[in-house]
Every structure is written in C-alpha cells, then in structure tokens.
C-alpha cells in the first residue's frame, strides 16, 4: 500500500496553497480533486493587499500580476438619490445628480462619496485589491506544484478513511475512487486535509456540524461579464444602493465586470431562501438598479444564484491528523472579499506547523492544536463584520436627504471601520504557546516565567482613527519602558533597509521567503559605529553595551544544548553553495538570522568585514558576520536607500518602536536594541530585549522551549495548557 505524508482532497485555494508550500519543502503529496480541469471561469476573484505580500513572498506574485488583473484603488459608494444634500454631494463629487436629465430628482442613484480600498494609514506595501478569476490564480500554484514533482489527480474523490493506528507512521487509511467509478485505490497516510468546500464528505464523516449565524434573508446573483453602459464608474468597485435593490461593480481583467446583484429578501411577499432566477431575470433587476444608467450585456462568461449566510464549522480537526479549512470551515457573502484569503491563511498557518512537526522541530500535540484555535477564532471575526456588512448592503438604505449626513451612513461608516480586517492586515491570533506579550494570557506574563521583564509587549490597542500616527501608534519615543509598537500575534510591519552587500534597497518582511523556518530579526541599534559613512572603524573602542549583549548571545547559542544547537544542520549536511538554503537558512532549517544595524552602510560593511581597532571585540558577532547577505544597514531615509545624514539612520527600528540613539538598555530609557522573533508565516512571536549578560538567550531559550521536541529551559507545563479538552476519533 503506497505511503503519503498527506492526502489533500480538493484543488481550490485552501487546498493548493497548501499543496505548494509541503511540496517545496519536500513532502510526499497525494493529491485529488473531484473536477476534470481548474476552474475554466467564476468564483472567487479578489486577492486583498496582505494575500498579495504573502505570494510575493512565496515568488508567485510575478506570476499572478503576468495576468494583467484588475486593481482597485478606490471604492465609490451610490445612494439613492432625492434630496438636495444627495444633489450637493454628487456635484461636489463629480457625478451627475440630475437622475441624467430626466426631470426627477427623486429618481436613480447618485455617487455620494468615495473611499480608499486600503487607507494609507494601514501599512501595506499593496494598497489594492488584484481581481482576476479564480482559475488563473489556480494555474499558478498547480505550475509551482508541478515543478515539485505534485500533480494533481483528476476527476478522483474521497471514498472512505480512518484513523485507525495500525501504522503507528501513517495511522490514516484513505479510500479513493475516479469520479466515474471505474478506478479506486486505498494509500495511508500521516495526515489527511479536507479543501472539498461547503459540501465537504470528510466534515460529514467526522460529524462537524456548521453552526451558522442567522437565518437566510437574502439571496444574489453574481454575473461575469462584458457590458455597455453609460455609468461613470463601471471601471471602479462600487457599492450600489437604489430603490430598486444593491449591487456592487467589480473590475476584471480582460475588459469584464463582476455584478453582485440582489435578486429577493426576506421582506419579499413571495420570499423564498432557495429562489433562482435566470441571467436575463437579473439583468433586468440590474437594469432597473443603475436608472438612470443604462446597460447591456455583450457576452456573459460566467452566472450565479447564491444565498447569503454565514456558517461555522465547530471543529477543524478531532485528532490533529485529519484537518480541514477553508470553505468546508466557514463560509460568507463574497461581497467582502475575503473567502479565498482567509483560505490562503488557512493553509499557510496548517503549513508550517505540519513541517515544523515532521521536520522534527516541534512536538505535535502542543504545535498542531494552535492551527484551530488561531484560525477559527480569525473566522470568528469575519463572520461577525460579514452578517453586518451583508445585512447592511441587502437593505434599502435611506437616501442623503433621508441620512442627514450623505458621506456617511451606516453601511459607509462600516466599510471604512473594517478596512484593516478587509486587507488582511487585521488579523491578529490571541496569546498562546507561540505568541507571547500580545495579551495578559500570553504565557511571558505568566509570574513563572523567569524572563518575564525581557518580553516586550505592545503599547496600545490600535484604534480605528484614519489618522495615520493614531492608527499605526505611538512614536517610539513616546513609549513607556517594556513596550513596543509591535504585537505579537499580528504580522510584521512592513520596514525597509539596505543590504550591505550590494546596497540594494530590501523590504525586511520579505528578506526570508516562506520556507518553513523561523525569522528572527535582530535589531542592534546603532552599535556605536559612526553616523557618517566610512570604510573603517576607527573608533571602536570601548565595545557598545549591545555589541557585547550580542557577543553573550553569540555563545550562548553556540552551545550544545542551546536551540540552534539542537537543530543546526547535521555535518556533511549543510545546504549547497550559492542554493537558496544557503543564503536563507545557512546555520540550520528551523532558524533564519536578519542583522539590523542603524548605521550607515559602509561603516557595517567594515564592521561585518573586521576591519575595527586592533584588540577590539568586532561589533557583529560571526554568528551574523559570516552570512552577510542577511546584514542590513537601517540607513533608508524617506523611501531612499544608503542615505548619508543621521536623521536618515534608525527608521527600520523605529518602525518596530525601538530608540537606536539610546545605547542603554535602562528602565528609564527605553529599548534601543531588541530581537523580533517572526513565526514562518509572517506574524510576531515574541519581542525581547537585548542585553548584556545570558538573560536574553534565556529568554529565547524559554519562547521556543514552549513547543519544540523535549522543550528548552524547564517549560514543558506550557505544552499540557495547549492541548485543551480534544475530542478524539
């Protein structure tokens, strides 16, 4: 019987993002799905800003944006129109509030407003939203996975499976059957991931039940297509509410437009939640809709009838062998965009756990169980802001005069408060065994933590303010002691610097690509070397306080026991020259090192190439010295690299909330040096301090001994507090 590391059922999102990460990093994959081809036309569309870091940083995003989708930039919202506040508003707009001419001004719809898709006070190096099909986006990941040796079968379905124990290595037997019955095999396999979708056959065999929010009250039609119209804002996302009914215009690629169009509601005296209705039926309802706008369709590529509802699953795995995610966890309207990218971050979280555990780095019953914990809570927040967000669209909203205020009514204010969580950066995981100082639960707060003063935790709760510095937070020099910009459980913020060796200008969140190892970023604030660019350090002495807080790190890490110890490549192992793993991961799989130096470029290039005082300890310890494609000068100053004066220096730092001019690690001043530890898929561990003496290795040492194999530094208690109350199968 032919032996699998996973058997994934389902080539949608959830399952193909998965798919292509376990075979880069060279997993055995079996992999099914029950259609003949990819998706030809439809379905999900939408990749949001932070989806589309997290491609760039697994080296598809070139071969997304091949494609020439779409980009929305702005939104327009469209209100019923009637009133002199709703005329006032769209003139000051531009738009034509006249119903076009034909003498009613309580006819039709007019733009009332206009709205960044992603405000500039969220920090994403995309601020758009990329549309194009679904099927394109899967021929991405089905190229990559094809050159990783993974093809996928087709048309196969699941027929059968159980955990049943009698291969303690591969405890999951699974059944399998072409779509026309005519073949069948049966493999085994260490884990098994349902990315079937809503109709789900593994959740129904498990028995999961989906616990949905409310009731159905409304029901959609979705047309691609290619239209004539007269509307002015045909090539934007709009928001449409008229007497008539909503809709919502999405741009695509090759000249189309996605309508969601509301086709009945609850409110209907005929009311049915299972309604259909032809493509010439919704046309018209879309007709009538855009009045005094006209529209037509040329051809029409792909159609729908869907109803709206939020649902749950209340369980994502039973044993931590057989997983699901996805849409066979939770499903929504599609009008937020936001079904295929949480399914991205479903597969990414289950991702790197999975190889942290078969890499053997971590221990499977204190790692495996965070994957549902994290991602149904995530779930949880999107199913709240969607039943509001679709329930506030369906309805007839009161026209400018009728609202008072014609810029912002309910529906408006909400988009604009859920921006964060619309782009994928509002995501944030909750304190636990791999995010520490995020929350009072977080295990670093915990009095029994030995090193509890060196874990940084975040200043204040971000607010919903559109202004940039109230958003993204305090300046670092207004922070107390102990705290940090940063919080763990959230992703990395985006910072740029400049990499020594070829003064090339890099975006730290993207120097490690996804490669299932640990980040950890070092920021060693200035490290005395001097603010004006140099060839030589001539005047290294004595060491800086951080310069010999990194030496002690240095050797403690270079113990035996000590975690890059335990899990450095074994000899005769080590990657190949000039390999990917060479540049990233040189030292060992589990942990990638970034040197952060807020001095200019030459004076760390000197630093890193020895050339300080005679007798001088070097400022930058081998341990990050000997990988210098990893050394970064903090030396970008608005947006340009290499920048020569000192107020150009320390931008990276501050971003993170740290002071590089203070050299002290003092209570009273503040962290001038600090290591970010950055999970494998992008968000905050931890944040520690960096000081002189063993403390900060320990502190380390503590984090990681939370969840790898044997722990580190006494922790284990921490793994039994993650296992919770598991059913099992």
Not at 54 to 70: C, E, S, T, Y
Not at 631 to 647: N, P
């Amino acid at each position: 019987m032919e032996r699998y590391d996973i058997v994934i059922v389902g080539a949608g999102p959830v399952g193909l993002l998965l798919s292509t990460c376990l075979a880069r990093w060279g997993y055995k994959i079996k992999h099914v799905d029950n259609r003949p081809e990819p998706t030809p036309t439809g379905r999900a569309d939408g990749i949001q800003p932070r989806s589309l870091e997290l491609l760039r940083n697994m080296g598809l995003k070139r071969a997304i944006m091949a494609h020439d989708p779409a980009r929305v930039y702005e939104v327009a919202f469209w209100d019923p129109a009637g009133s002199s506040g709703a005329t006032a508003a769209a003139a000051d707009d531009g738009a034509d509030s006249s119903g076009k001419g034909n003498g009613d001004r309580g006819a039709g719809i007019v733009r009332t407003g206009t709205w960044a898709s992603c405000p500039s006070f969220i920090d994403a190096r995309y601020p758009f939203t990329t549309l194009l099909h679904q099927g394109l986006i899967e021929r991405v990941f089905i190229a990559d996975m094809e050159k990783n040796g993974v093809r996928i079968q087709r048309p196969w379905t699941i027929t059968g499976f159980a955990n049943d124990g009698r291969d303690a290595g591969y405890p999951v037997e699974v059944s399998l059957a072409s779509v026309d019955g005519k073949q069948d095999e049966t493999v085994r396999a260490k884990y098994l991931f349902s990315g079937e979708g809503a109709r789900s056959f593994i959740r129904e065999q498990l028995g999961v039940k989906i616990y949905h929010k409310d009731p159905i009250a409304h029901v959609w039609g979705v047309m691609d297509g290619v239209v004539r119209t007269d509307f002015p804002d045909i090539k934007m996302k709009c928001t449409i509410h008229s007497d008539s009914g909503s809709i919502m215009v999405i741009p695509r690629e090759s000249n189309m437009v996605r309508l969601y169009i509301q086709i009945a509601s609850s409110t209907d005296k005929d009311w049915n939640p299972r309604k259909t209705a032809t493509p010439e039926e919704v046309q018209a309802t879309a007709k009538r809709i855009l009045k005094p706008y006209f529209i037509e369709w040329d051809h029409v590529e792909w159609y729908s009838v869907y109803p709206i509802g939020q649902g749950i699953a209340e369980r994502y795995t039973l044993d931590e062998r057989v997983f699901m995610g996805g849409d066979c966890c939770h499903t929504h309207s599609p009008k937020a965009g936001q079904g295929m990218n949480y399914a991205f971050l479903d597969a990414q979280n289950l991702a790197w756990k999975i190889h942290q555990v078969e890499a053997g780095f971590a221990d499977r019953n204190v790692l495996l169980p965070t994957y549902e914990s994290e991602r149904r809570l995530a779930a949880e927040n999107l199913l709240n802001f969607d039943a509001k967000y679709a329930s506030l669209f369906s309805q007839r909203l009161p026209s400018a005069g009728e609202a008072g205020d014609p810029t912002e009514n309910e529906f408006i204010r909400l988009f604009k408060e859920s921006c964060e969580l619309t782009s994928g950066y509002g995501v944030a995981y909750p304190g636990n065994v791999l995010n520490w100082g995020g929350a009072p639960s977080a295990p670093a707060l915990s009095p029994s933590s030995r090193y509890a003063h060196l874990f940084l935790h975040q200043s204040s709760p971000p607010t919903s303010s559109s202004s940039e510095t109230e958003t993204k937070g305090p300046r670092a020099s207004s922070l107390s002691p102990g705290y940090t910009l940063l919080r763990p459980g959230r992703i990395l913020p985006s910072a740029t610097a400049t990499r020594i060796t070829d003064a090339n200008p890099v975006h730290l969140e993207q120097a490690i690509p996804l490669n299932g190892a640990w980040r950890v970023y070092i920021f060693c604030g200035s490290l005395s070397l001097s603010s004006t660019p140099t060839t030589t350090i001539s005047s290294f002495t004595p060491p800086s306080r951080t310069a010999s807080a990194l030496s002690s790190l240095a050797a403690a890490l270079a113990r035996p026991s000590s975690i890059l110890s335990r899990f450095a490549h074994p000899r005769g192992e080590a990657p190949p020259p000039h390999s990917a793993a060479a540049l990233h991961t040189p030292l060992s799989r589990f942990l990638s090192f970034v040197a952060v130096v807020a001095a200019p470029r030459a004076a760390v290039a000197a630093a890193v190439a020895g050339k300080h005082g005679p007798g001088d300890a070097p400022p930058l310890p081998d341990l990050l010295a000997r990988n210098p494609h990893h050394v970064y000068a903090d030396d970008v100053g608005e947006g340009v690299a290499g920048g020569s004066s000192a107020a150009s220096l320390g931008a990276a730092h501050r971003r993170m909330g740290l002071r590089p001019e203070m050299e002290g690690e003092g209570e009273e001043e503040g962290p001038g040096a600090a290591i970010v530890v950055v999970r494998p898929d992008g968000y905050v561990g931890c944040v520690v301090r960096l000081v002189e003496g063993e403390e900060t290795a320990g502190a380390l040492e503590e984090y990681f001994g939370g969840f790898v194999v044997g722990g580190l530094g006494g922790s284990g208690g921490r793994r039994e507090e993650e296992k919770g109350d598991k059913a099992r199968l």
